[in-house]
């Protein structure tokens, strides 16, 4: 099934979440000068316009990455992220008009999937490794990544392309996957995925996001880690509302296979901040070590 298309969730709470944490990652990847491989499985576009068909048709964005871009009282550990999306939606009023005091520098015009995300970070020393199987979006990754030097995009399988990179020359490596979950079967091919690139890496930095969507499904996949090799993985959620038996994603989640040091304590400050600006009474969190290092 190829059906899904991001371009739909572009900037929603889920994407804040998962976004913030690919930040403070590749922030920390970056104090070393050493080269490091960014993998990514399911790459998606590369960059949204918030103002096509597909972005304004559902407006998730409004009630995620618009409710905090200009918040002055937002935690220090979102300022990686929040800097990059207004970074770049600067850059893009600043193409469009020789007009530097324009005032649309204050409006949300694009936002980045992950590539984007990764591409504000990679140096000339790292390389950049994106997959995706989606025939329209394939070709606007491509287009998107033609002045991205040391980036290879490949039309293949993700889970597969994962395990074929691993592990990397440099022995250092981000890998995110990050699925559509069109079907259910995604939610034990990805877990198993990390747990064989595990075997083959176990130094890397694994990030997998979930929708939290039917709670057996997640816990699932916490029973698969935990019967698994894996070792140092931290869980973290945010769910908009309660668990329930209705269609729809309730929330949003990551396992992190051998996060950074700091990172915890970074989201600890993160996830108040993001129930209070996007979600409501009904709203919970969580970050734990589900397996110890």
Not at 114 to 126: E, T
Request: glycine fraction near 6%; charge should be negative; charged fraction near 25%.
């Amino acid at each position: 099934m190829l059906s899904y298309r991001h371009a739909f969730h572009a900037g929603n709470f889920a994407d804040v979440l998962k976004h913030s944490v690919l930040t403070l990652v590749l922030d920390y990847m970056t104090r070393k000068e050493k080269g490091f491989c960014y993998i990514d499985s399911h790459s998606g576009a590369g960059m949204y316009q918030l103002a096509d068909e597909y972005a304004q048709k559902t407006g998730e964005y409004k009630n995620g990455i618009a409710k905090i871009i200009n918040d002055a009282a937002a935690p220090e550990s979102l300022e990686p992220y929040l800097s990059l999306i207004s970074s770049l939606n600067l850059i893009k009023v600043n193409e469009a008009s020789d007009n530097v005091n324009n005032n649309a520098t204050n409006e949300l015009e694009v936002y980045p999937g992950s590539p984007g995300i990764a591409k504000a970070f990679v140096r000339r020393q790292d390389s950049s490794h994106l997959f995706e199987l989606h025939p329209t979006d394939i070709q606007h990754l491509t287009d998107f990544c033609q002045r991205w030097r040391k980036v290879f995009v490949k039309q293949s399988d993700g889970y597969q392309g994962v395990l074929g990179l691993l592990p990397p020359p440099s022995r250092r490596g981000v890998v995110l996957i990050d699925p559509p979950y069109e079907l259910k079967e995604d939610y034990t091919k990805a877990v198993k995925t990390i747990i064989k690139a595990y075997t083959k890496f176990s130094t890397g930095t694994y990030i997998l996001w979930y929708p939290v969507v039917k709670r057996e499904l997640v816990l699932a996949m916490e029973r698969d880690f935990s019967h698994s090799e894996v070792k140092n993985l931290l869980q973290v959620e945010l769910c908009l509302e309660q668990d329930s038996d209705e269609y729809g994603m309730t929330g949003t989640g990551l396992f992190i296979v051998n996060p950074p040091w700091q990172l915890t304590a970074q989201l600890k400050e993160i996830l108040p901040y993001l129930k209070t600006k996007l979600g409501s009474d009904d709203t919970s969190y969580t970050v734990k070590q589900l397996i110890a290092e």
